[in-house]
Every structure is written in structure tokens, then in C-alpha cells.
């Protein structure tokens, strides 16, 4: 769950905003007690109220003690907030303004990672996504299903009822998704929204909580040669493939072909089996193709592993220029 990156920069924003909203008060406290001693000294006399209350817990009468010095505690506050309110200040001017008022920016709660945190590492994450995306603000909402020419195949089905059928199910596989959920081989011409969906499925699955990996391909491959052959890793490594919960190659078979990327390929595929995390492929090439690109052991493990899912039609960005 929760991308250990994503993690860390959470903790260390909230803890940014910690130190901020600590400051801040410091200066609100120092600006208001000099423009009125009377609140200056209700703080001491609140700080006063606060030791003898944790020694009231040793007297006889300690739960009397102890009512009429809270009762008193509660008296001060009020005067304070009336005198706040009488300088135009809000109520809570003096309280130090966290983000996160469970945590108290710190990010935990009782030892266990706060909710803020959380929140926190899928904007992250999504922002991350958002950076390194071939296209943006791509979700299911805003897939146009209006460039599917509504032509019979062979079987009786048009290509626009396949992509309503291929968007459905890519949404119930993000809303159901898990680390075992099945593997994904997407596949089909140029520009029917294979990267849309890729990239609406890895936003919503992000925002389910998950390790997402996303990267085209190219980029993947290319990274992965750099952090072999090279000291200077770039956004991906094969650790961070194999670890994520969701790995997703968009375009695979457009980078440039080598020995090498054949093997990673293999590496990437292998790895993931092994420890049953899915990864969705998106690409133009058909099984054959990927035969003949990536060999007969990839392609048998695609056929045996993989759930197909066939786009079919024309290009969409050549129609879009089109309906201009
Ligand atoms: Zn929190």
C-alpha cells in the first residue's frame, strides 16, 4: 500500500507544515500579548492552573480540587476569547493552526500512520503521475467514447459497444483492484485510448491507496539500462517495478528494440509472476507481434496469464482532426 516515496515526502511536508504552524503561533502569541498584557497574564494564570491541577491529583478532597480549578481554567479561556473577539481576532487566534488536527502534523496517531498522511501521499502520487504523463487529466469520466465509429465486425459487434465494454471493465477492475488482481494485455491500433485508460486506471487505483508504477515503455527500458550500465538511476528501477502493487508499461513495442530490452521485458514479466502482482500492458502488437518482438516465452505468458482486451476502430486523434 501507499508508495514508500510518496510516504516519506508526506512526512516530510507535514512536518514543514509542523514547524510553520508552531512559528506562527509564537509570533500571534508574542504580537497579541503586547497589544494586551491582561491576555499575557491569563496565560501565566492558565499555566499556573495547569501544575496545580497535576498536583491537585494528591490531595484529599483531589476530585473537588480538581472541578474548581477546571472550572476556573474554563473561566479564563472565555475572557480570553472575549478579549480576542474584542480586537477583531478570531476565537482560536492563539491555538496552533495544524493542517491536521488528529496528528498534530506530527503524522502519527498512537504509533500508527495518520489518516493526513495517507491523503497526503496519493496528491503526491497523483501529482506524480500528473508530471510524468504523455497526456493529461485522463479518467474515466472524461473518456470520449463519441470517436468510435459504430461499424459491425465480423461478429456482430461494433467497435464502439467493444470500447464501452473494454471501459466498464477497466472501471470495476480499478474500483475491485488488489494486489491480486489478474494481469491486464490491452491491446489494439494507435490511438484508441489505450493510454487514457492506462492512465484513468492508475489515477484510480492511486487513489484506492496503492503503489502505482506507471512509465511508457521507452522510458522504462531506457532507465533500466541506465541503472544497469550507468550510476545515475533515473525515475525507474527494476526494484521499483517488481515492488509496486500495480505496474503499468503503456506502450510496449514502440521503444526502441534491442537484445537488451527483450530481456528486461522478460525480467519484468518473470519478476511480477513470481510474486502474483499484476501488471497491465498497453501496446500496438498483437500476439504475434509480441512473438516477434519479445519472443515465444513472453508470449505464452501473456496468452496464460494476461486478460485480453481488444480495442478495435479507427484513430482517434486522426478523426479529432477531422471533426474540426
Ligand atoms: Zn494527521
Not at 175 to 197: C, P, Q
Not at 239 to 244: E, M, R, S, V, W
Not at 252 to 261: R, V
Request: a neutral charge; charged letters at 25%.
Amino acid at each position: 500500500m501507499y508508495s514508500p516515496e510518496a510516504i516519506s515526502k508526506a512526512f516530510a511536508a507535514a512536518a514543514q507544515e509542523r514547524a510553520q504552524a508552531l512559528a506562527l503561533s509564537i509570533e500571534r502569541k508574542a504580537q497579541v500579548e503586547q497589544q494586551c498584557p491582561r491576555i499575557a497574564a491569563i496565560s501565566r494564570e492558565l499555566s499556573g492552573i495547569g501544575a496545580s491541577i497535576a498536583k491537585a491529583f494528591y490531595d484529599k478532597n483531589a476530585a473537588q480540587s480538581i472541578d474548581s480549578l477546571a472550572a476556573e481554567s474554563l473561566r479564563l479561556q472565555q475572557e480570553r476569547k472575549a478579549l480576542l473577539k474584542s480586537m477583531h481576532l478570531p476565537e482560536d487566534y492563539l491555538e496552533v493552526p495544524y493542517s491536521c488536527p488528529l496528528c498534530s502534523d506530527r503524522g502519527r496517531v498512537d504509533g500508527k500512520i495518520c489518516s493526513c498522511i495517507k491523503q497526503r501521499a496519493v496528491a503526491i502520487s497523483l501529482k506524480e503521475l500528473a508530471r510524468i504523463s504523455p497526456s493529461k487529466n485522463c479518467s474515466f469520466d472524461n473518456f470520449d467514447l463519441s470517436y468510435y465509429k459504430n461499424l459491425q465486425d465480423k461478429n456482430g459487434k461494433s467497435a464502439l459497444e467493444k470500447a464501452k465494454v473494454n471501459l466498464e471493465y477497466l472501471k470495476a477492475y480499478s474500483a475491485d483492484f488488489n494486489e491480486h488482481s489478474k494481469s491486464l494485455y490491452i491491446f489494439g491500433k494507435t490511438g484508441l485510448g489505450k493510454t487514457h485508460l492506462s492512465l484513468a486506471t492508475a489515477a484510480a487505483v492511486i487513489q484506492k491507496g496503492y503503489n502505482v508504477v506507471y512509465g511508457m515503455a521507452g522510458v522504462i527500458f531506457s532507465d533500466i539500462e541506465k541503472e544497469k550500465f550507468q550510476s545515475t538511476p533515473g525515475t525507474y528501477t527494476m526494484q521499483k517495478l517488481l515492488d509496486a502493487d500495480l505496474l503499468i508499461v503503456d506502450d510496449l513495442g514502440s521503444e526502441f528494440h534491442t537484445s537488451f530490452s527483450a530481456s528486461v521485458a522478460h525480467n519484468i514479466i518473470e519478476g511480477r509472476l513470481l510474486t502474483g502482482k499484476p501488471v497491465i500492458i498497453t501496446t500496438n502488437l498483437d500476439i504475434t507481434g509480441i512473438q516477434q518482438q519479445y519472443g515465444e516465452r513472453i508470449a505464452s505468458r501473456i496468452i496464460g496469464e494476461y486478460v485480453p482486451i481488444q480495442f478495435e476502430g479507427e484513430d482517434i486523434r486522426q478523426m479529432k482532426k477531422f471533426m474540426y
